[in-house]
Protein backbone atom coordinates (compact mmCIF):
# COMPACT_ATOMS: atom_id res chain seq x y z
CA UNK A 1 0.00 0.00 0.00
CA UNK A 2 0.94 3.19 -0.64
CA UNK A 3 0.29 7.04 -1.25
CA UNK A 4 -0.30 7.62 -4.64
CA UNK A 5 -2.15 9.59 -6.99
CA UNK A 6 -3.51 9.66 -10.00
CA UNK A 7 -0.80 12.42 -11.62
CA UNK A 8 0.76 9.70 -13.34
CA UNK A 9 -1.87 8.05 -15.41
CA UNK A 10 0.19 6.44 -18.21
CA UNK A 11 2.98 4.26 -19.63
CA UNK A 12 0.38 3.49 -21.70
CA UNK A 13 0.93 1.68 -24.85
CA UNK A 14 1.20 2.86 -27.39
CA UNK A 15 -0.76 5.87 -26.62
CA UNK A 16 1.89 9.06 -25.98
CA UNK A 17 2.97 9.28 -23.09
CA UNK A 18 1.71 12.85 -21.01
CA UNK A 19 4.41 15.18 -21.66
CA UNK A 20 3.11 16.73 -18.43
CA UNK A 21 4.86 14.96 -15.96
CA UNK A 22 8.32 16.96 -17.30
CA UNK A 23 6.19 20.43 -17.70
CA UNK A 24 4.27 20.91 -14.65
CA UNK A 25 7.20 19.73 -11.91
CA UNK A 26 10.03 21.88 -11.70
CA UNK A 27 13.11 19.89 -13.20
CA UNK A 28 16.73 20.82 -12.27
CA UNK A 29 17.02 22.35 -15.46
CA UNK A 30 17.53 25.70 -17.85
CA UNK A 31 15.26 26.67 -20.04
CA UNK A 32 14.04 24.57 -23.30
CA UNK A 33 16.68 24.21 -25.74
CA UNK A 34 15.99 21.55 -28.42
CA UNK A 35 18.67 19.29 -29.23
CA UNK A 36 18.82 16.08 -30.97
CA UNK A 37 17.98 12.94 -28.19
CA UNK A 38 21.62 12.09 -27.38
CA UNK A 39 22.25 8.05 -26.58
CA UNK A 40 24.75 5.69 -25.63
CA UNK A 41 27.94 6.36 -27.94
CA UNK A 42 28.76 2.46 -26.68
CA UNK A 43 26.33 0.81 -27.76
CA UNK A 44 22.87 1.18 -29.96
CA UNK A 45 19.56 0.89 -28.35
CA UNK A 46 17.02 -2.05 -29.35
CA UNK A 47 13.76 -1.21 -30.86
CA UNK A 48 12.50 -3.55 -28.71
CA UNK A 49 11.96 -4.79 -24.82
CA UNK A 50 10.87 -7.23 -22.53
CA UNK A 51 7.83 -5.89 -20.65
CA UNK A 52 4.55 -6.18 -18.99
CA UNK A 53 1.37 -4.66 -20.24
CA UNK A 54 -2.02 -4.70 -19.31
CA UNK A 55 -4.52 -4.24 -22.01
CA UNK A 56 -8.08 -4.97 -19.90
CA UNK A 57 -8.89 -4.66 -16.53
CA UNK A 58 -8.99 -8.08 -13.75
CA UNK A 59 -7.04 -10.50 -12.05
CA UNK A 60 -3.36 -11.10 -12.32
CA UNK A 61 -4.20 -13.20 -15.19
CA UNK A 62 -4.23 -9.73 -17.39
CA UNK A 63 -0.66 -9.07 -16.91
CA UNK A 64 0.86 -9.79 -20.14
CA UNK A 65 4.78 -10.93 -20.67
CA UNK A 66 5.62 -9.47 -24.17
CA UNK A 67 9.17 -9.72 -25.49
CA UNK A 68 8.33 -7.44 -28.33
CA UNK A 69 6.84 -4.13 -26.59
CA UNK A 70 8.65 -0.68 -28.11
CA UNK A 71 11.41 1.09 -26.56
CA UNK A 72 10.48 4.36 -25.37
CA UNK A 73 11.43 7.80 -27.04
CA UNK A 74 12.21 10.12 -24.59
CA UNK A 75 10.10 13.59 -24.75
CA UNK A 76 11.74 16.85 -23.73
CA UNK A 77 12.64 16.42 -19.61
CA UNK A 78 12.83 12.38 -19.83
CA UNK A 79 15.54 9.89 -19.33
CA UNK A 80 16.16 6.85 -20.62
CA UNK A 81 16.57 4.19 -17.78
CA UNK A 82 17.57 0.34 -18.90
CA UNK A 83 15.70 -1.00 -15.39
CA UNK A 84 18.03 -3.15 -13.59
CA UNK A 85 15.62 -3.55 -10.77
CA UNK A 86 11.46 -2.79 -10.66
CA UNK A 87 9.31 -2.38 -7.72
CA UNK A 88 5.69 -3.32 -7.12
CA UNK A 89 3.28 -1.57 -5.10
CA UNK A 90 -0.37 -2.45 -3.40
CA UNK A 91 -1.58 0.69 -5.79
CA UNK A 92 -0.67 -1.31 -9.20
CA UNK A 93 -2.96 -3.68 -8.02
CA UNK A 94 -5.82 -0.73 -7.96
CA UNK A 95 -4.86 0.21 -11.62
CA UNK A 96 -5.36 -3.74 -12.66
CA UNK A 97 -8.20 -3.89 -11.29
CA UNK A 98 -9.66 -0.32 -12.46
CA UNK A 99 -10.52 0.55 -8.80
CA UNK A 100 -8.33 3.57 -10.21
CA UNK A 101 -9.39 4.27 -13.86
CA UNK A 102 -6.84 4.36 -16.32
CA UNK A 103 -6.60 3.85 -20.27
CA UNK A 104 -5.08 0.90 -21.58
CA UNK A 105 -3.59 -0.70 -22.43
CA UNK A 106 -0.76 0.68 -19.93
CA UNK A 107 2.52 -0.64 -18.24
CA UNK A 108 2.42 -1.04 -14.63
CA UNK A 109 5.06 0.01 -12.39
CA UNK A 110 5.42 2.89 -10.11
CA UNK A 111 9.70 2.80 -9.66
CA UNK A 112 12.56 1.43 -10.64
CA UNK A 113 16.20 1.54 -10.40
CA UNK A 114 18.79 1.65 -13.10
CA UNK A 115 21.52 2.71 -15.56
CA UNK A 116 20.71 6.04 -17.63
CA UNK A 117 21.45 5.35 -21.58
CA UNK A 118 19.54 8.18 -23.44
CA UNK A 119 19.18 11.75 -22.90
CA UNK A 120 15.80 13.38 -23.42
CA UNK A 121 16.27 16.91 -26.10
CA UNK A 122 16.11 19.26 -23.23
CA UNK A 123 15.42 19.35 -19.18
CA UNK A 124 17.36 16.63 -18.34
CA UNK A 125 20.81 18.76 -16.85
CA UNK A 126 22.28 17.13 -14.08
CA UNK A 127 22.51 13.66 -15.70
CA UNK A 128 24.62 11.82 -17.93
CA UNK A 129 24.55 8.34 -19.47
CA UNK A 130 25.83 5.71 -17.43
CA UNK A 131 24.52 7.09 -14.21
CA UNK A 132 22.76 4.63 -11.45
CA UNK A 133 19.31 6.21 -10.68
CA UNK A 134 16.28 5.46 -8.99
CA UNK A 135 13.03 6.95 -10.45
CA UNK A 136 9.15 7.38 -10.06
CA UNK A 137 7.25 8.08 -12.20
CA UNK A 138 5.13 5.17 -15.02
CA UNK A 139 6.28 2.32 -17.28
CA UNK A 140 8.61 0.45 -14.51
CA UNK A 141 6.86 -2.99 -15.28
CA UNK A 142 9.43 -3.17 -18.22
CA UNK A 143 13.41 -3.30 -19.35
CA UNK A 144 13.41 0.27 -20.22
CA UNK A 145 11.53 3.12 -18.87
CA UNK A 146 11.35 7.00 -20.21
CA UNK A 147 11.30 8.64 -16.59
CA UNK A 148 10.44 11.94 -15.96
CA UNK A 149 13.63 13.26 -14.83
CA UNK A 150 12.20 15.91 -12.30
CA UNK A 151 11.44 12.51 -10.48
CA UNK A 152 15.27 10.72 -10.69
CA UNK A 153 17.72 10.39 -8.80
CA UNK A 154 21.09 9.68 -8.55
CA UNK A 155 21.89 7.03 -6.32
CA UNK A 156 24.39 7.40 -3.02
CA UNK A 157 27.62 5.65 -2.76
CA UNK A 158 26.64 3.15 -0.47
CA UNK A 159 22.97 2.47 -1.30
CA UNK A 160 22.30 -0.51 -3.61
CA UNK A 161 20.21 0.02 -6.28
CA UNK A 162 17.72 -2.99 -5.51
CA UNK A 163 17.58 -0.94 -1.38
CA UNK A 164 17.02 2.53 -3.37
CA UNK A 165 14.18 0.79 -5.22
CA UNK A 166 12.71 -1.01 -2.55
CA UNK A 167 12.68 2.33 -0.42
CA UNK A 168 12.26 5.28 -2.52
CA UNK A 169 8.30 5.32 -2.96
CA UNK A 170 7.24 3.87 0.48
CA UNK A 171 9.53 5.64 2.52
CA UNK A 172 9.10 8.89 1.14
CA UNK A 173 5.63 7.90 1.87
CA UNK A 174 6.00 6.85 5.23
CA UNK A 175 8.18 10.77 5.94
CA UNK A 176 5.36 12.92 4.28
CA UNK A 177 2.67 11.48 6.06
CA UNK A 178 4.54 11.74 9.31
CA UNK A 179 6.05 15.53 8.91
CA UNK A 180 2.69 16.71 6.59
CA UNK A 181 -0.04 14.63 7.07
CA UNK A 182 -0.39 14.73 10.44
CA UNK A 183 3.10 16.25 12.75
CA UNK A 184 4.11 13.76 15.38
CA UNK A 185 5.39 14.64 18.40
CA UNK A 186 7.80 12.91 20.43
CA UNK A 187 5.41 11.03 23.55
CA UNK A 188 2.41 11.31 20.95
CA UNK A 189 0.40 7.72 21.17
CA UNK A 190 -0.31 6.57 17.46
CA UNK A 191 -2.21 4.03 15.64
CA UNK A 192 -0.72 1.98 12.67
CA UNK A 193 -2.25 -0.17 10.57
CA UNK A 194 -0.79 -2.93 8.87
CA UNK A 195 2.24 -2.40 10.65
CA UNK A 196 4.47 -4.96 8.47
CA UNK A 197 3.33 -3.65 5.23
CA UNK A 198 5.46 -1.86 2.98
CA UNK A 199 4.75 2.02 4.07
CA UNK A 200 3.77 0.47 7.62
CA UNK A 201 7.30 -0.87 8.23
CA UNK A 202 8.74 2.34 7.05
CA UNK A 203 5.94 4.20 9.50
CA UNK A 204 7.03 2.28 12.78
CA UNK A 205 11.19 2.91 12.33
CA UNK A 206 10.04 6.67 11.92
CA UNK A 207 7.80 7.14 14.69
CA UNK A 208 10.28 4.72 16.79
CA UNK A 209 12.95 7.45 16.06
CA UNK A 210 10.59 10.27 16.32
CA UNK A 211 9.93 9.58 20.35
CA UNK A 212 6.24 8.54 19.21
CA UNK A 213 4.57 5.52 20.97
CA UNK A 214 3.09 3.39 18.26
CA UNK A 215 0.35 0.57 18.44
CA UNK A 216 0.39 -1.68 15.65
CA UNK A 217 -1.80 -3.75 13.75
CA UNK A 218 -1.25 -6.84 11.64
CA UNK A 219 -3.13 -9.80 10.25
CA UNK A 220 -1.37 -12.58 11.76
CA UNK A 221 0.06 -13.87 14.83
CA UNK A 222 3.56 -14.97 12.64
CA UNK A 223 3.79 -11.37 12.34
CA UNK A 224 3.72 -9.79 15.74
CA UNK A 225 7.24 -10.01 16.47
CA UNK A 226 8.23 -8.73 12.73
CA UNK A 227 6.42 -5.65 13.87
CA UNK A 228 7.84 -4.72 17.46
CA UNK A 229 11.24 -5.34 15.42
CA UNK A 230 10.32 -2.57 13.87
CA UNK A 231 9.56 -0.31 16.22
CA UNK A 232 5.63 -1.24 17.13
CA UNK A 233 5.70 -0.64 21.13
CA UNK A 234 2.00 -2.35 21.56
CA UNK A 235 1.01 -5.11 18.39
CA UNK A 236 -2.60 -6.22 18.09
CA UNK A 237 -3.84 -8.77 16.08
CA UNK A 238 -6.76 -8.05 13.98
CA UNK A 239 -8.62 -10.97 14.14
CA UNK A 240 -8.36 -11.42 17.71
CA UNK A 241 -10.46 -8.21 17.71
CA UNK A 242 -8.95 -6.16 20.58
CA UNK A 243 -7.94 -2.83 18.75
CA UNK A 244 -9.84 -0.88 20.30
CA UNK A 245 -9.42 -2.04 23.73
CA UNK A 246 -5.98 -1.66 23.61
CA UNK A 247 -5.82 1.89 22.46
CA UNK A 248 -8.39 2.66 24.69
CA UNK A 249 -5.75 1.16 27.67
CA UNK A 250 -2.67 2.88 26.65
CA UNK A 251 -4.10 6.21 26.09
CA UNK A 252 -6.27 6.45 29.12
CA UNK A 253 -9.42 6.07 26.93
CA UNK A 254 -8.28 9.68 25.25
CA UNK A 255 -7.50 8.02 21.59
CA UNK A 256 -4.25 8.24 19.47
CA UNK A 257 -3.13 11.78 18.06
CA UNK A 258 -2.95 10.01 14.38
CA UNK A 259 -4.29 6.79 13.00
CA UNK A 260 -2.53 5.90 9.48
CA UNK A 261 -4.67 4.08 7.96
CA UNK A 262 -3.77 2.52 4.37
CA UNK A 263 -6.99 -0.32 4.74
CA UNK A 264 -9.62 1.61 3.90
CA UNK A 265 -13.15 0.95 3.61
CA UNK A 266 -12.83 -1.73 6.47
CA UNK A 267 -11.72 0.09 9.41
CA UNK A 268 -12.19 3.86 8.17
CA UNK A 269 -14.88 4.25 11.18
CA UNK A 270 -13.25 2.42 13.44
CA UNK A 271 -9.97 5.00 13.05
CA UNK A 272 -12.23 7.52 13.50
CA UNK A 273 -13.69 6.29 17.03
CA UNK A 274 -10.17 5.73 17.60
CA UNK A 275 -8.37 9.58 16.88
CA UNK A 276 -8.65 12.10 19.72
CA UNK A 277 -9.75 15.17 20.34
CA UNK A 278 -7.83 17.38 17.49
CA UNK A 279 -6.40 14.26 16.11
CA UNK A 280 -5.91 13.52 12.64
CA UNK A 281 -7.22 9.98 10.88
CA UNK A 282 -4.90 9.74 7.74
CA UNK A 283 -6.05 8.09 5.06
CA UNK A 284 -3.70 6.65 2.58
CA UNK A 285 -4.81 3.62 1.00
CA UNK A 286 -7.65 0.91 -0.37
CA UNK A 287 -6.18 -2.58 0.54
CA UNK A 288 -10.20 -3.35 1.93
CA UNK A 289 -11.70 -0.58 -0.70
CA UNK A 290 -12.17 2.82 -1.05
CA UNK A 291 -13.59 4.38 1.83
CA UNK A 292 -17.19 5.30 1.53
CA UNK A 293 -18.90 8.57 1.55
CA UNK A 294 -19.53 9.74 5.54
CA UNK A 295 -21.33 12.93 6.70
CA UNK A 296 -18.72 15.60 7.51
CA UNK A 297 -20.28 16.34 10.46
CA UNK A 298 -18.89 13.52 12.40
CA UNK A 299 -15.77 15.26 12.72
CA UNK A 300 -17.52 18.05 14.92
CA UNK A 301 -17.61 15.32 18.06
CA UNK A 302 -13.88 15.45 18.85
CA UNK A 303 -13.08 18.47 16.32
CA UNK A 304 -11.08 15.62 14.21
CA UNK A 305 -9.21 16.12 11.21
CA UNK A 306 -9.25 13.61 8.22
CA UNK A 307 -6.43 13.53 5.57
CA UNK A 308 -6.44 11.75 2.28
CA UNK A 309 -3.07 12.37 1.36
CA UNK A 310 -0.89 12.11 -2.05
CA UNK A 311 2.66 11.45 -2.08
CA UNK A 312 3.21 13.48 -5.03
CA UNK A 313 1.51 16.51 -3.75
CA UNK A 314 4.44 16.60 -1.00
CA UNK A 315 7.22 16.29 -3.53
CA UNK A 316 5.73 18.83 -6.35
CA UNK A 317 8.55 20.96 -6.26
CA UNK A 318 12.30 19.33 -7.30
CA UNK A 319 12.92 21.28 -4.21
CA UNK A 320 10.50 19.48 -2.28
CA UNK A 321 11.73 16.26 -4.22
CA UNK A 322 15.05 16.33 -2.73
CA UNK A 323 14.68 17.39 0.76
CA UNK A 324 12.63 14.11 1.49
CA UNK A 325 15.15 12.24 -0.48
CA UNK A 326 18.27 13.28 1.43
CA UNK A 327 16.47 12.42 4.63
CA UNK A 328 15.25 8.97 3.23
CA UNK A 329 18.84 8.31 2.62
CA UNK A 330 20.19 9.59 5.71
CA UNK A 331 18.13 7.39 7.54
CA UNK A 332 19.02 4.21 5.55
CA UNK A 333 22.30 5.27 5.75
CA UNK A 334 23.32 7.34 9.19
CA UNK A 335 20.44 5.71 11.17
CA UNK A 336 20.87 2.59 9.49
CA UNK A 337 16.66 2.02 8.83
CA UNK A 338 16.02 -2.06 7.71
CA UNK A 339 15.30 -1.89 4.14
CA UNK A 340 13.12 -4.95 3.79
CA UNK A 341 12.60 -7.12 0.84
CA UNK A 342 9.99 -9.40 0.91
CA UNK A 343 11.13 -11.29 -2.10
CA UNK A 344 12.79 -10.46 -6.26
CA UNK A 345 10.46 -12.44 -8.92
CA UNK A 346 11.61 -13.04 -12.46
CA UNK A 347 9.86 -10.20 -14.39
CA UNK A 348 7.69 -13.27 -16.70
CA UNK A 349 6.30 -14.03 -13.10
CA UNK A 350 4.97 -10.50 -12.57
CA UNK A 351 1.26 -12.45 -12.24
CA UNK A 352 2.38 -14.51 -9.05
CA UNK A 353 3.60 -11.22 -7.09
CA UNK A 354 0.71 -9.78 -7.68
CA UNK A 355 -1.35 -12.91 -6.66
CA UNK A 356 1.23 -12.69 -3.38
CA UNK A 357 0.86 -8.82 -2.44
CA UNK A 358 -3.00 -9.33 -2.90
CA UNK A 359 -2.53 -12.05 -0.02
CA UNK A 360 -1.58 -9.81 2.49
CA UNK A 361 0.64 -12.62 3.57
CA UNK A 362 3.95 -10.46 2.32
CA UNK A 363 6.26 -8.48 4.94
CA UNK A 364 8.20 -6.33 2.82
CA UNK A 365 9.06 -4.53 -0.82
CA UNK A 366 8.18 -6.72 -3.40
CA UNK A 367 10.78 -6.28 -6.39
CA UNK A 368 10.54 -7.93 -9.84
CA UNK A 369 14.25 -8.33 -12.13
CA UNK A 370 13.62 -7.32 -15.57
Given at each position: ??????????????????????????????????????????Q????????????????P??????????????????????????G?????????????????????G?????????L??????????????VW??????AE?????????????????????????????????L??E??????????????????????????????????????????K?????????????????????????????G??V?A?F???????????????????????????????????????????????????????????E???????????M????????????Y?L?????A??D??S??????????P
Amino acid sequence: MSVLPRLFPRNILPLPRLAAIGSHLSPPTTPFQPTNIRKMSTQSLPKTMHGVQVSKTGGPEVLEYKTDLPTPTLLAGELLIRNSIIGINYIDTYFRTGLYPSPKPEILGREAAGEVVALGPSGVEGFKEGDRVVWMGNGGYAEYTAAPAAKTLKVPDGISSEDACAAILQGLTAITLVEEAHKVESGDWVLVLAATGGVGGWLCQILRAKGAHTIGTVGSEAKVEEAKRLGAEVVVVEEQGRVEEVVKEKTGGLGVRAVFDGVGKATFERSLELVARKGTVVSFGNASGAVEPFSISKLSAKNVKVARPSLYNYIYTRGEYEKYADELFRLMTDEKFDVRTHKTYPLKDVAQAHQDIESRKTMGKLLLSP
